[in-house]
């Protein structure tokens, strides 16, 4: 340039600014960022200062719960039923099942993100060293070719003054405790399905057996009819349906063996195993149908892990908005860097080149082409969606509470129903036997009577595992104590 004197300047689309100009233009935006920032700090208000969780109007009561009856336990929701068997699939089920299985490792990845992410705030050092042999002019302050070994270290640590960084921690910690409560509810959910898995299974090794007597009667009959029709008795119109009942008894004993085992496979897959899992006694379940108390609809919001886990999930958006917002506050850092160089190793802390350096960073942004507010806007969209889902969690909970509670209230009466008449087929089949002994009745009159009490017990077998299911539907949509 000789000896011109050339003003610098900083040359933009269609203007030219002048250092001075830039500086004032930064001094002034810089004031601005402080102000924006100082706001953001002192008043603190955020979404996260609501009182706790959104206001969700609940119902006094369940519509179908008297509030009289047994109260909802604290021990686990299937020791109602009084199987030891179930309690032992119950523990393998929550050391076996592929389901559970999953949800537990998304808790250990949420966990060791939350450490992460603690451990991140805190200092950070790293040790970096050198060997390096050179031939030829070597400049250093040796002035020589040779060997040349050096050592350094940093350290570096942003410091969270203005719990700038504090929000996203705290909404890691908000998602491990969401995955904690949704490894909850997968074990709530696998548990339902083995208990339902279970009693069907039982129910239908019962249902075998009355099958398998009732193709034993109808094929006696059937035997009967033909040797009639053989000697001229009956017609071959009342041949034709005794051979009708046997073949549907027939189709729906293959029906039942299908579906046993059926059951059985799926109980060895929610259970982690290949192989097909039977009852060790083809009992019949018989217990006591108890009046439910399913307490206060507010209960729910303690109980049930899928709202837990919805709440959780509401609380770390809320707390991530936090953090979009505080993205205006200023960051402080600190730096430190020293080190040690020599072309001997043995002398690269006594008699080597030393260097220490020391730093402060203070960094708030200034221009970002609006990134910041795009970036809070997808943070309140968040919470706007989890607030929605924690509200369609908690209302569905209510719902299924009353939807289980009144199919479990009508079963019982279609129970009692079908026990009383299971009682009168009961009453007639020995009455029936008694006439048969005296000879007042045949055979085929006996075999009708003894069909007509296995089908009422079918029935009732049938109708008491629909209780069985709606009562396990019940107390597993109460969710468990906490």
């Not at 009508?410 to 006439?435: I, W």
Request: charged letters at 20%; a neutral charge.
């Amino acid at each position: 340039m000789g000896g011109r004197n050339v003003r610098p300047s900083i040359h933009r689309i269609g203007m030219t600014m002048t250092f001075q100009e830039l500086r004032r233009f930064v001094t002034v935006r810089l004031a601005l960022a402080s102000l924006i920032a100082l706001s953001v700090a002192t008043t603190g208000t955020f979404a996260a200062a609501k009182d706790g969780l959104p206001p969700i109007s609940l119902p006094e009561q369940y519509e179908s719960n008297t509030g009289d009856g047994t109260p909802v336990s604290n021990a686990p929701w299937w020791s109602v039923f009084g199987d030891p068997q179930l309690a032992s699939l119950i523990e393998r089920l929550h050391a076996a099942n592929t389901t559970i299985a999953q949800a537990r490792a998304r808790l250990a990845a949420a966990e060791a993100a939350a450490r992460a992410g603690r451990a991140s705030q805190g200092p950070f050092a790293s040790v970096d060293a050198s060997a390096t042999s050179v031939q030829g002019p070597l400049i250093n302050a040796a002035g020589e070719s040779g060997n040349l070994y050096s050592g350094r270290m940093n350290v570096s640590w942003e410091v969270d003054v203005l719990d700038r960084l504090s929000g996203e921690r705290a909404a890691e910690r908000l998602d491990a405790s969401a995955a904690a409560a949704l490894l909850e509810d997968a074990k709530l959910l696998m548990e339902g399905r083995v208990v339902r898995t279970w009693l069907s299974l039982k129910a239908l090794s019962a249902a075998q057996i009355d099958a398998d007597r009732a193709v034993r009667l109808l094929q006696e009959a059937s035997v009967i009819m033909q040797r009639r029709r053989d000697i001229g008795q009956v017609a071959l119109q009342e041949v034709d349906t005794a051979q009708s009942r046997l073949k549907a008894a027939l189709q729906h004993r293959s029906d039942l063996q299908l579906s046993h085992a059926t059951a059985a496979r799926e109980l060895g897959f929610l259970l982690g195993e290949t192989t097909p899992i039977f009852p060790a006694a083809a009992a019949e379940p018989t217990i006591q149908l108890p009046q439910i108390a399913a307490g206060l609809p507010s209960e729910l919001l303690v109980r049930r892990p899928d709202i837990a886990a919805a709440r959780s999930h509401l609380m770390a958006a809320d707390q991530r908005l936090v953090s979009a917002r505080r993205g205006w506050l200023p960051t402080f850092g600190l730096t430190a860097s020293g080190g040690a160089a020599s072309s001997s190793l043995g002398q690269i802390l006594s008699g080597g080149a030393a260097s220490l350096l020391l730093g402060a960073l203070f960094s708030i942004p200034v221009l970002d082409g609006a990134r910041q507010k795009a970036r809070i806007a997808g943070r309140d969209a968040e919470v706007a969606l989890a607030d929605a889902r924690y509200r369609e969690t908690v209302l569905s909970a209510v719902r299924d509470v009353n939807n289980h509670l009144q199919a479990y209230n009508n079963c019982k009466t279609v129970l009692s129903h079908a026990n009383e008449q299971e009682q009168s087929a009961s009453s007639m089949l020995a009455a029936a036997n008694g006439r048969a002994k005296n000879g007042t009745i045949g055979r085929l009159a006996l075999i009708d009577v003894e069909i007509m009490y296995i089908e009422r017990t079918s029935a009732q077998i049938f109708i008491q595992t629909i209780c069985y299911h709606n009562l396990a539907d019940v107390l597993q949509s109460l969710g468990r104590a906490t």
